[in-house]
């Protein structure tokens, strides 16, 4: 089985900052990982497909890269809607998700 | 536009039985993958089960084989999960989701609003 470990586990920062989130493969999945985020009570919504390809809809500010075991989740001027939970998910085997991120207001 | 709804959550002793439902639409139901994802109060996301488009695949969570199935009937666009010997610490919100694209084993671009499982004595 493919583990997932997402670092960190929570993010403060400030409206306005960069941020980033890692996922690390305990072994290759190519390109086959998403990014979601979760709203407190919402179910997931897709940002980021295939590690690299943002979902139709979603703000550029967002954006993915990475391949084989690590990938990485940058958001670039963080919006007050952005404060909320992420998670990644790899499809190369099975599926997994990451242990999600938890931004929170600094 | 894609609609999932599930159905069937409720508060259950240890050890019963539960069958959840997920009602799609607005999509080719028989052409998509299906899986269940849940997420125990204040935890993260955790896949449990996956049925192919045709239901010839099935794949679970080691959490979960053995004492969960799951199942579709494509003609009323439908996918079960039947949990078996339930344990306390799979109390969790359910979700079904649907797969990107058809036939393939993909990401998930849809999901329903979940349904809320409880075991308790």
């Known amino acids: 089985d493919i583990q997932m470990t997402q670092s960190p586990s929570t993010l403060s920062a400030s409206v306005g900052d960069r941020v980033t989130i890692t996922c690390r493969a305990s072994?290759?999945?190519?390109?086959?990982l998403a990014w979601y985020q979760q709203r407190p009570g919402k179910a997931p919504k897709v940002l980021i497909y295939?590690?690299?390809t943002l979902e139709t809809g979603v703000p550029s500010r967002f954006s993915g890269s990475g391949s084989g075991t690590e990938f990485t989740l940058t958001i670039s001027g963080l919006q007050p809607d952005d404060f909320t939970s992420y998670y990644c998910?790899?499809?190369?085997?099975?599926?997994?998700f990451g242990q999600g991120t938890k931004v929170e207001i600094k | 536009q894609v609609q999932l709804v599930e159905s069937g959550g409720d508060v259950v002793q240890p050890g019963r039985s539960l069958r959840l439902s997920c009602a799609a639409s607005?999509?080719?139901?028989?052409?998509?993958?299906i899986h269940w994802v849940r997420q125990a109060p204040g935890k993260g996301l955790e896949w449990v089960a996956a049925?192919?488009?045709?239901?010839?695949?099935?794949n679970f969570a080691d959490s979960v084989r053995g004492r969960f199935s799951v199942s579709r009937d494509n003609s009323q666009n439908t996918v079960f999960l039947q949990m078996n010997s339930l344990r306390v610490d799979d109390s969790a919100m359910y979700y079904c989701?649907?797969?990107?694209?058809?036939?393939?084993?993909?990401?998930?671009?849809?999901w329903g609003q979940g349904t809320l499982v409880t075991v308790s004595s």
């Open positions: 989701a649907k797969e990107r694209l058809p036939g393939m084993r993909d990401y998930f671009d849809s």
């Open positions: 607005g999509f080719t139901f028989t052409s998509y993958g």
């Open positions: 049925i192919s488009y045709d239901g010839s695949n099935k």
């Open positions: 072994q290759s999945i190519s390109r086959w």
């Open positions: 295939k590690a690299s």
């Open positions: 998910l790899q499809y190369s085997s099975d599926w997994t």
